[in-house]
Structures are given as structure tokens and as C-alpha cells.
């Protein structure tokens, strides 16, 4: 009997999955499910291609998680922050889960920290924004500390400083995934948005035959900052416009109603409901598979995604990744060098494209 080579069993293994995907893997995966076949890593596309040939699977193996500190060398109190050990990711948790993940102002302080160091260290390329716990992602503003001027903790003035970690965070030249892991209430919602705008998150809970029937019975968003006297009119409704679109963004916003997984992936609020015990492991292969893309790539696309959004903000970002480009080519060095060099530059020898 002829002996079958590991390249022809690699062909026969592509073939079955190519099979799997094209026939049998649209049973039982109707739009009710609450599950997109990206969202387990299978594709419409053929596996039994150059590309997938060139680039095999996304590694599946556990990540190894290391306690991280800020770039000064401190260390937090509200959240958890980490890094995975040889990959290029981090990750950062909201940690006051007995008050489901409210956020004080120490906690926007420290979320502030973390997510600085995360962009300026060169070797992180993901970063992924979670809460403590199976509750909540994060409840908002901690109602508790809320006074006439904003929030305060320890201080003897009020703020609303979560506005600064939305902006940092849709700023960040690189991708926020947000891991929601139960309710994403008032401003933690608006968190949870502006990673989605940035790249995209993953939501809680359940999926394939069984999700519609489970994921009823759980509430998960909940714009009920009208409800506690509060409202975002900043992000929290632009983002949620765009997002939505305007007319369910306005029922969102005056019924403040509890709004679950499914409801929220068919609203294209997330990107993808896994069950709960998958939701870290798919959390980092999504990571793995933006890892696997050119960073600069991914630098611009997020600006750009944003760009027109966000007006002159919007341009400035877009045209600084420009100029960070060119600093990089010869055209570019030979200005400066010419200065450095007190001479006049020479330009002559550089193409003008077409
Ligand atoms: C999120 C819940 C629906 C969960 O309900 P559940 O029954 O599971 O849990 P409990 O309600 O029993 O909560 C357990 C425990 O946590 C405390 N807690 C929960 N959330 C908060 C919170 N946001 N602030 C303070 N404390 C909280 C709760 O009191 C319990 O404590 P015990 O001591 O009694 O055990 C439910 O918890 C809930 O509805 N939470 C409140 C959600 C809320 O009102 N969020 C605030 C919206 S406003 C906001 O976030 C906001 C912030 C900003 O910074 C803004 C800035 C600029 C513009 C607007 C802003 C804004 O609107």
C-alpha cells in the first residue's frame, strides 16, 4: 500500500476543514446564534490556500501574564496591570470589582498610567481593557463620590476625568480590545464604545445554538445615566450615534433599557459574543492575529478610522503619522542633513511620483 507523505496528509487535513467550513458549518450557525464564524476563527475563504499555507494557524497556547508597574516604577491600587510574557500584549483591569468596576477618580488616574506606558513601550502591540470578575466590565462613576463639581476621592474638588482616558484612548496609536465580561453600565459603556470605535472588543456570554435563549435572560448594557441624573454628551452620544445610527441611539438614550450581548452584536455595538470560558482565550487570539499585521499599518488605519470623525484632531493625527514616515526615508534626512551639514540640500535626485 502506497504510504501517504505529511505534505499529502496536510492537503487531505485542508481539504476536511474546507469541507467543514463550506457545508457543515452553516447548520445551526443562523443569524440568531449570536456567533459570526469569524468569531471562532473560521473563514468563508478556503483554508486550502498560498495564504493560509504561508501563515498557518494563530498560536492557541495560554498566555503567561507579569504584573507590570507604571513607567516611574509605581504601582496601582484600583486595577491590575500585566503584560504577557514574550508577546506583545497587555493587559489592564479595573479592580474594584465589589463595587462592580465603578470607576473613582484614582482609578481613571491609574487607567491613565497604564495605558501611557502601554503606548510608549515599543514592545507592546495590543492592549486589552477588562474589569475584575464575571459582574461587570465597569458599572461607571462611582455614585458614591459624586458631588456638585464632579467626582472626589481623595481630593477636595470635584472632576470628570474619565474624559481624558476616552480621549487618550481613542488617540492611542494602538489597538484597545475591551474584554466585557458582564453589565457595561453609564460611563463604562462609553469605555467599552471607544475601544470598538479604536479596533474592536469582545463581549460576554454565550453563543452558538444555545445563545438566544441565555443571553434573553441577561442585561448587560445599560445607558441609565439619565436615570441617575447624568448624561455623556460627549462620545457617549456621537460614538453611539455613529455606531447604532441615530435613531436607536436616541432610544438608547431616553428609555436608558438594559440591552444584552446579542442584542448589542446585532446592533454592531460588539464584534463578537463568546462564552464566557472562551473569552480571554479569544480575546488573545484576536490579539495574536493584530500582532501578526504591520504595526504602522495598523498605527495609520486606527488614525484614519477616526480621522474624519474628529476634524483638525483628526488631520493632525493622520498627518503626524506622515511626518513620522518621512522622517524615516532618505527625501526626508537629507533636509536635516543639509542643515546639520550647513549646506543647501539637494532634492534633485528624488523621484516626484506621479
Ligand atoms: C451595575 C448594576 C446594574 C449591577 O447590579 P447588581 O445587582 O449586580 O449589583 P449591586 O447593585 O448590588 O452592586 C453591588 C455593589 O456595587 C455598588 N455599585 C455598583 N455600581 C456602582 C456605581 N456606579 N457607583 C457606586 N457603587 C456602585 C453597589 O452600590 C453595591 O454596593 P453595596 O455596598 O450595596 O454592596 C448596578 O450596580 C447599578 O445599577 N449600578 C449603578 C450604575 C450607575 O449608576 N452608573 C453611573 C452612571 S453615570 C456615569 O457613569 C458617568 C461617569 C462619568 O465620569 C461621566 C463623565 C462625563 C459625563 C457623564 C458621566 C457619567 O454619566
Known amino acids: 500500500m502506497a504510504k501517504i507523505s505529511d505534505n499529502e496528509l496536510n492537503a487531505v487535513t485542508r481539504r476536511i476543514v474546507t469541507v467543514y467550513n463550506h457545508f457543515l458549518l452553516p447548520i445551526g450557525s443562523g443569524s440568531n446564534s449570536g456567533l459570526t464564524r469569524g468569531s471562532i476563527g473560521l473563514c468563508n475563504a478556503s483554508m486550502d490556500d498560498s495564504y493560509h499555507r504561508i501563515h498557518g494557524e494563530v498560536a492557541s497556547h495560554e498566555v503567561e501574564w507579569k504584573t507590570a508597574c507604571d ?16 508577546e506583545g500584549i497587555a493587559k489592564i483591569t479595573i479592580n474594584r470589582p465589589e463595587r462592580r468596576n465603578a470607576f473613582r477618580p ?25 474589569g475584575k470578575g464575571t459582574k461587570a466590565f465597569c458599572s461607571g462613576g462611582d455614585q458614591a463620590l459624586r458631588k456638585a463639581d464632579g467626582y472626589a476621592d481623595f481630593e477636595n474638588f470635584g472632576r470628570l476625568n474619565v474624559l481624558d482616558l476616552q480621549v487618550q484612548i481613542r488617540r492611542l496609536p494602538k489597538p484597545v480590545i475591551a474584554m466585557v465580561a458582564g453589565y457595561a453600565v453609564g460611563g463604562g459603556h462609553v469605555l467599552h464604545m471607544l475601544c470598538c470605535s479604536c479596533s474592536f472588543h469582545l463581549w460576554m456570554v454565550v453563543l452558538m445554538l444555545h445563545a438566544c435563549a441565555f443571553v434573553a435572560l441577561i442585561r448587560i448594557i445599560w445607558l441609565d445615566m439619565p436615570q441617575v441624573g447624568s448624561f455623556d454628551a460627549g462620545y457617549g452620544s456621537s460614538i453611539m450615534s455613529r455606531l447604532v ?4 441611539a436616541r432610544e438608547m438614550w431616553f428609555l436608558a433599557r438594559f440591552y444584552t450581548a446579542s442584542e448589542a452584536e446585532k446592533m454592531g455595538l460588539v464584534n463578537a459574543v463568546v462564552p464566557l470560558e472562551k473569552l480571554e482565550q479569544e480575546t488573545i487570539k484576536w490579539c495574536r492575529e493584530i500582532l501578526r499585521n504591520s504595526p504602522t499599518a495598523i498605527r495609520v488605519l486606527k ?14 493625527e493622520v498627518g503626524g503619522n506622515a ?15 543639509a542643515y546639520v551639514e550647513r549646506r543647501r540640500p539637494n532634492f534633485s535626485k528624488f523621484s516626484r511620483r506621479p
Open 71 to 86: 513607567e516611574y516604577g509605581k504601582e496601582f491600587t484600583d486595577i491590575i496591570y500585566e503584560k504577557a510574557i514574550g
Open 106 to 130: 484614582q482609578t481613571i488616574k491609574e487607567l491613565i498610567r497604564a495605558f501611557n506606558d502601554a503606548r510608549d513601550d515599543s514592545s507592546i502591540g495590543v492592549i486589552i481593557l477588562t
Open 303 to 316: 488614525a484614519a478610522l477616526n480621522a474624519v470623525d474628529d476634524g483638525h484632531a483628526g488631520l493632525q
Open 245 to 248: 445610527g441615530p435613531k436607536k
Open 323 to 337: 511626518t513620522l514616515i518621512f522622517y524615516g526615508t532618505e527625501e526626508g534626512n537629507e533636509g536635516k542633513t
